[in-house]
């Protein structure tokens, strides 16, 4: 019998085992719904467990006829070393949770007596190592698991008739998200080598803006910061700030040092053509690392402090002076505020030192905002970056630490160890990315 006989025999019975069974079960199912009268709900329901049923039933068939449990012969070479040999045992079950149910799937089973450890090739070829959920149930529960809390994603995937742990849900999740930050740490590689990066931006970008801001998640110990960055391009426009793309936004972030993120920064922004972009303007709070990265990533750029920052500083420095709520302090900053819109800062200086401190908690106060203004004078120009039409407000990276971190990791009573949040962390942001479906896709390919 030739090979095209073999799988036309097994094809014609599969049909033939599947129209079977699922006609001696109909009328059970016919029974089911008259007897639940106009239950609408409760109809639905019987359905589709039937429909599973039927379904996770004609699956397991698939796989048992037609050779397709994974037996590749009566031995393999073992990984171990020459002496090593994966000798067949036979056929072993396993429960398999898929998106039709639970089924039972007998596959192949090899054994190395030299070393000890076993084989199952249908497995690793279909995506079981280490675990019994379908690569289906592993996409949909990791998806899930980047938007919500992991009780919810068992309680929504129980509710259609996929049974899986509060425990499993997380570390299916976890273990998507180590997958994609290992890609991420790929492209972070290349593009320290200078390559170009798969999928970059081909056209010029106009203006390419680099937001970059921290929040911090509870640990297990403490609270630790995940930097983040918002990179997205506007239209060009004289006198007036472009106009957002929406859904244009890409965000990076970790929970990890600044130099590392550094990295990670300019890979992303890479991939959005930030080498070829007419203009790079990157954007922060005043913290030295921000800039400090600016200037090690992005040699040709626009600086600007956001303009919250700037005059919350004013307000802070106000409030220690005059006393908080005092008309003297809202009459000093609104005075300073429209200096500071000016883009003014020397008379913003100058005021502050005009004033003669009455205690060391107001001196020392005074001295680090004289230096703070001092340091980012050049990136509070706002009346000239206004007049080119420039951003002069984060919004955009404020709004993503609480999209990206806020929303999804400091929930109330959440402790994280901080591997499991960076992993966790990059399933949401591809989610937020639009780009989960990619990267689910190269994970399984490698």
């Not at 639970?102 to 079981?128: N, T, W």
């Not at 919500?148 to 509060?166: A, D, M, P, Q, Y």
């Amino acid at each position: 019998m030739s090979v095209s006989d073999g799988a036309v025999l097994a094809r014609e019975k599969w049909v033939d085992e599947v129209v079977s069974a699922m006609q001696e079960e109909v009328g059970d199912l016919y029974n089911a719904l008259a007897a639940c009268g106009e239950h609408f709900e409760r109809q639905e329901r019987l359905v589709r467990d039937w429909f599973m049923k039927a379904g996770a039933s004609a699956l397991k068939r698939f796989y048992e006829l037609g050779g397709r449990r994974g037996h590749v012969g009566t031995s393999l070479p073992c990984n171990c070393g020459p002496q090593g040999e994966q000798v067949f045992q036979g056929y072993r079950g396993r429960s398999v949770v898929t998106l039709v149910g639970s089924m039972e799937l007998e596959r192949a089973y090899y054994h190395c007596q030299f070393c000890g450890k076993g084989l199952v090739p249908l497995d690793e070829r279909i995506g079981l190592n280490g675990h019994s959920f379908s690569p289906a149930v592993q996409r949909l529960t990791s998806h899930l698991g980047g938007e919500i809390v992991f009780h919810r994603v068992k309680g929504f995937l129980n509710e259609v008739g996929i049974e899986l742990s509060t425990k499993e849900a997380e570390r299916r999740t976890e273990e998507t998200g180590r997958k994609i930050e290992a890609l991420h740490q790929e492209r972070i590689i290349q593009a320290k080598k200078g390559k170009r990066l798969e999928g970059e931006r081909r056209d010029l970008p106009q203006r390419l803006y680099l937001q970059v801001d921290g929040t911090k998640a509870h640990m297990l110990t403490d609270w630790k910061e995940a930097k983040l960055g918002a990179i997205f391009e506007t239209e060009v426009a004289s006198g007036e700030a472009g106009r957002l793309r929406r859904g244009d936004t890409t965000y990076c972030a970790a929970f990890e040092t600044a130099e590392k993120f550094g990295w990670r920064l300019f890979a992303t922004a890479t991939s959005r053509g930030s080498h070829l972009a007419k203009e790079v303007v990157f954007m922060g709070d005043g913290a030295s690392w921000v800039w400090n990265l600016a200037a090690e990533h992005f040699p040709e750029r626009v600086e600007i402090l956001d303009w919250y920052h700037a005059s919350e500083h004013l307000w802070d420095l106000a409030k220690v002076v005059f006393g908080e709520g005092t008309k003297e302090c809202k009459r000093w900053v609104k005075i300073r505020l429209r200096e500071l819109k000016k883009g003014n800062i020397e008379a913003v200086l100058e005021a502050m030192n005009q004033i003669r401190p009455h205690s060391r908690e107001v001196r020392e106060k005074l001295r680090k905002e004289k230096a703070y203004f001092r340091n980012n004078g050049d990136r509070m120009r706002y009346a000239e970056f206004k007049r080119k039409g420039y951003f002069i407000g984060s919004g955009v990276v404020e709004s993503g630490c609480k999209r990206a971190v806020t929303q999804r990791l400091k929930l109330a009573g959440m402790r994280w160890k901080i591997e499991n949040a960076n992993a966790v962390l990059q399933v949401h942001l591809a989610n937020l990315n639009g780009e989960f479906d990619n990267l689910w896709a190269q994970t399984r390919a490698a």
